[in-house]
């Protein structure tokens, strides 16, 4: 049991997928009692078991289902003669098995150290984020100036790329001192199955490191998919002000929620009182 739940916190706090499979009920001759506990991995491995055989197989495939989903569901199998197949694990009784699919950890891998990334490295560990940052000077990419950051990568953004968590789960964030730094971070990200991608300036800005990108040959499909500028539109001025603008716009990411949407949100006072006042 130990084992299965420091492999699940294990992989959350790596950024990775798992999916847990708990036996939740057991009838007639069964394998495993209610309680027993399997993990499996994104890359397909397992840490625990919940019987072997048919059974398990068939328990991993829906794990896999669930990997690709994100859902959870309750399963039922019958161990009979018809279920078992080839394998041959008759037992005569039947198991639930709740098969739960574990959210990781999300990580906000931040290209620069500068002025905007220290409270966005802050707010972001705050709301739940691993954080990673690489810059190429020591002076800003440091624990003491990063004291929470998860990983701090001292390199050229480019280089530094390979050496930070850049999955499905991964919100990339460009925050770095110039136009070449931008392009060069963007470059080595853009590609990557990632959920998000940021980059800080100006609409001047963003089009002339899009122009760039573009002469290196990435397409408008790639280009489409970095927010820019970065944030939700709220005036933010400040360097924290910023920080929670993008920290925002992730969140409604991470949450399935449009951020271009988000106005929507917004309850017409007004009007519910009005018909709230005409009931008896």
């Known amino acids: 049991m130990r084992e299965v739940l420091e492999a699940v916190l294990r992989a959350q706090s790596e950024g990775r997928a798992s999916v847990m499979l708990t036996v939740v009920a057991t009838q007639g ?13 994104d890359d ?30 309750l399963a039922a199998f019958d161990l009979t003669p ?15 098995v709740f098969v739960e699919a574990v959210d990781p950890v999300p990580t906000l891998c931040l290209f620069g150290a500068g002025h905007v990334a220290l409270p966005l490295a802050r707010q972001a560990k705050q709301v739940g984020f691993r954080v990673e940052v690489v810059d190429d000077r020591v002076a800003f990419a440091n624990a003491e100036r990063f004291p929470d950051a998860d990983r701090i990568v001292v390199d050229e ?18 925050v ?8 060069d971070a963007l470059a080595a990200v853009l590609g990557r199955e990632l959920r998000y991608v940021g980059l800080l300036g100006s609409k001047v800005k963003a089009v002339h490191i899009m122009e760039q990108l573009a002469a290196r040959g990435f397409d408008s499909g790639a280009l489409s998919r970095i927010h820019t500028p970065v944030g939700l539109s ?3 001025v400040t360097p924290e002000e910023i920080a929670v603008s993008i920290v925002a716009e992730m969140v409604a990411v991470r949450r399935g929620v ?23």
């Open 44 to 73: 397909g491995s397992t840490v625990g078991t919940i019987g072997g055989g048919c059974l398990e197989a068939d328990m991993c495939r829906r794990a896999r289902e669930a990997l690709v989903s994100g859902r959870s569901v």
């Open 82 to 96: 018809d279920q078992a197949g080839e394998d041959g694990l008759v037992c005569g009784g039947r198991m639930q």
């Open 234 to 236: 709220i005036g933010a």
């Open 258 to 280: 449009d951020p271009r949407s988000t106005a929507s949100l917004r309850m017409d006072l007004p009007g519910r009182l009005g018909s709230l006042s005409g009931r008896s």
């Open 29 to 41: 001759s069964a394998p495993q009692r209610p309680g027993a506990r399997m993990v499996v991995l």
């Open 176 to 183: 770095t001192r110039g136009h070449k730094g931008d392009a």
């Open 157 to 174: 953004f480019g280089p530094g790329a390979s050496r930070m968590t850049l999955g499905p789960n991964s919100y990339v964030v460009v």
